[in-house]
Every structure is written in C-alpha cells, then in structure tokens.
Nanobody
Framework: QVQLVESGGGLVQPGGSLRLSCAAS????????VGWYRQAPGKQRELVAA???????TLVDSVQGRFTVSRDNADNTVNLQMNSLRSEDTAVYYC?????????WGQGTQVTVSS
C-alpha cells in the first residue's frame, strides 16, 4: 500500500508563489506515473503535472511557464513549484501515483489564491 503525503498549501496573493511537496512511502523510481492533480470547486479533477516512466514531465497548458515539477528519487519526493499564481489556480491539489497497475492518491492540500 503506497502512502502519499502532501504539504505546502496555503493562502497566497495573486502573482505569488507556493511550493508543494509530496512524500511517498515507496520508491518513486518504481512508479509508472507520479505527479499532481487539482480539483477546483464545482469542477472535475484535472492533471496539473506528472512524470511518466519515460522521465519527461508533462504539464497542462494552463500552467506552462509558471509551474515546474521536479522529483527527488533519493528522498522519494515530488515537488510542484508554482509561480505567478492566479485566482483560477485555487483548488485542492492532490499527489497521485500509479504503481503496479493501481492508483494512489494523497489526502490533498488546499491552495487558495486571493487578495
């Protein structure tokens, strides 16, 4: 059973930055997919950024140039650096992993962008 624990959410003003971190209980090197999703109020959960087994990260168009996703295989962490935040980035952010054909989710961390 994989456990994913997020940290780093909070309240930030438009244009500000936040860094989210996801700590995994297993070696992320073994994960087929690992990354971040988000769910805004009244909307479906959507992919934000993820690494696949090929190693190159994918980011959704709406965060290109503002968000960066990184991984540390030694610490088993996946980080999401979010810059130039906008009100539309407000959501609960979830860490996600696919490992041995099973999906795993963290508990989520709230990110609120508001003045």
């Amino acid at each position: 059973q994989v456990q994913l624990v997020e940290s780093g959410g909070g309240l930030v003003q438009p244009g500000g930055s936040l860094r989210l971190s996801c700590a995994a209980s297993e070696s992320i090197f073994e994960f087929y997919v690992v990354g971040w999703y988000r769910q805004a109020p009244g909307k479906q959960r959507e992919l934000v950024a993820a690494f696949t087994s090929g190693g190159t990260p994918t980011l959704v168009d709406s965060v290109q140039g503002r968000f960066t996703v990184s991984r540390d295989n030694a610490d088993n962490t996946v980080n999401l650096q979010m810059n130039s935040l906008r009100s539309e980035d407000t959501a609960v952010y979830y860490c996600y992993a696919n490992f041995k054909a099973k999906d795993y989710w963290g508990q989520g961390t709230q990110v609120t962008v508001s003045s």
